[in-house]
T-cell receptor, first 113, second 114 residues
Framework: AQSVTQPDIHITVSEGASLELRCNYSYGATPYLFWYVQSPGQGLQLLLKYFSGDTLVQGIKGFEAEFKRSQSSFNLRKPSVHWSDAAEYFCAVGARGYQKVTFGIGTKLQVIP | GAVVSQHPSWVICKSGTSVKIECRSLDFQATTMFWYRQFPKQSLMLMAT?????????EQGVEKDKFLINHASLTLSTLTVTSAHPEDSSFYIC??????????FGSGTRLTVV
């Protein structure tokens, strides 16, 4: 069964600092990986996704993520965090033709001035 | 493109009553829609897969008679929480398989049962 682990439930960073959110997955075949962001009381917005090809994926809002098969990881990064990035971030794994997507527990990001 | 509209955004209902939540794909047709539930400080859990013109597929542990799903058209799926109780209070989110794999999500519905 597929699963996702986000080891950091809550992270606090200063505005302008760099950010890395960790995600580890478990899946038997080549996974399709996603990062979503959820602002308080809002729905989910897709930040980026990995299907195949270049393991460094660029997304919206200046985010990027790197797929590392050997480490079963798909960490999300941003070089300089803005106050508007404060939200909850979910990593998810799925597979082509298998429409079920499994989400991690989420990492809540707090940005301080 | 690929916008999913979900209504209502929030609803408060009395215990024992039923509540209907709508999920519409505005600019694309969705043969499949998904309903998720999110408890406070927890992740999203898939409740069911809604297929246009056929019965929904429910995840293990989800009561199909309590959470009625109807997908009568290619742009609309509804989730009805029947005989709601306080433990049904949660955040419900739908998604649809639009043009972008990874699905497009609605804005969610905050249900509070009093």
């Amino acid at each position: 069964a597929q699963s996702v682990t986000q080891p950091d439930i809550h992270i606090t960073v200063s505005e302008g600092a760099s950010l890395e959110l960790r995600c580890n997955y478990s899946y038997g075949a080549t996974p399709y990986l996603f990062w979503y962001v959820q602002s308080p009381g809002q729905g989910l917005q897709l930040l980026l996704k990995y299907f195949s090809g270049d393991t460094l994926v660029q997304g919206i809002k200046g985010f990027e993520a790197e797929f590392k098969r050997s480490q079963s990881s798909f960490n999300l990064r941003k070089p300089s965090v803005h106050w508007s990035d404060a939200a909850e971030y979910f990593c998810a794994v799925g597979a082509r033709g298998y429409q079920k997507v499994t989400f991690g527990i989420g990492t809540k990001l707090q940005v301080i001035p | 493109g690929a916008v999913v509209s979900q209504h209502p955004s929030w609803v408060i209902c009395k215990s024992g009553t039923s509540v209907k939540i709508e999920c519409r794909s505005l600019d694309f047709q969705a043969t499949t829609m998904f309903w998720y539930r999110q408890f406070p400080k927890q992740s999203l859990m898939l409740m069911a897969t809604s297929n246009e013109g056929s019965k929904a597929t429910y995840e293990q542990g989800v009561e199909k008679d309590k959470f009625l799903i109807n997908h009568a058209s290619l742009t609309l799926s509804t989730l009805t929480v029947t005989s709601a109780h306080p433990e049904d209070s949660s955040f419900y989110i739908c998604s649809a398989d639009g043009t972008d794999y990874g699905y497009t999500f609605g804005s969610g519905t905050r249900l509070t049962v009093v």
